[in-house]
């Protein structure tokens, strides 16, 4: 099988995993900046110095940058989830929650084709309940995935190039998550 008709094999299985838009971009497309990683400085979501997936555990945005640039091409994709109202909390964290569990399907299909591959998601792991960053070795590293923004990539800008769109309606909330392959 030729690499175009496996990308497209890829697709249609991720697809059915529960994938809302995608997209796969060369990863000299993916922009990095100082100025995304500053949201997760000033702890805009709680999770700054908190856990393994988030800095400063996943290093300098440089070397982020040079983790992903291992890689040639990157899998954008999204799920989509209802909401009740735009302050339902509660359907925030279902979404997240059934997004991680699709990140985690995403991952398998990948790891059949491409077993080197890296794996960034939304808002920091929540796979332990406490997390044992900085005082001990993260205690599943093949399911703890760095959050986009982490590694310095403003989803807004990625979801623009890849011809996705960042905001799908009211009462919804779009999570992202790439692969990097």
Request: aromatic share 12%; net charge negative; glycine share 6%.
């Amino acid at each position: 099988m030729n690499r175009e008709d496996l990308i497209e094999k890829i697709l249609k299985e991720c697809a059915a995993a529960g994938i809302h838009e995608q997209a796969i971009l060369s990863v000299d497309k993916i922009e990095f900046s100082d100025e995304v990683r500053h949201l997760c400085e000033v702890n805009y979501c709680g999770q700054y110095g908190t856990t393994w997936a988030c800095p400063p555990a996943v290093g300098t945005v440089e070397s982020c940058r040079a983790a992903c640039r291992k890689f040639s091409q990157v899998y954008i994709f999204s799920t989509l989830h209802p909401l009740e109202d735009s302050f339902d909390l509660e359907g925030m964290e279902e979404g997240k929650n059934a997004h991680e569990d699709v990140c985690t399907s995403v991952r398998e299909i990948f790891r059949k084709y491409f077993p080197e591959n890296l794996m960034l998601t939304s808002e920091g792991c929540k796979n332990c309940k406490t997390c044992t960053y900085p005082d001990s070795p993260c205690r599943f590293p093949d399911k703890m995935y760095p959050s986009v923004e982490s590694y310095g990539i403003s989803v807004v800008n990625e979801a623009a190039a890849a011809g996705m769109h960042y905001i799908n309606g009211a009462n919804t909330v779009t999570y992202f998550g790439n692969i990097f392959f």
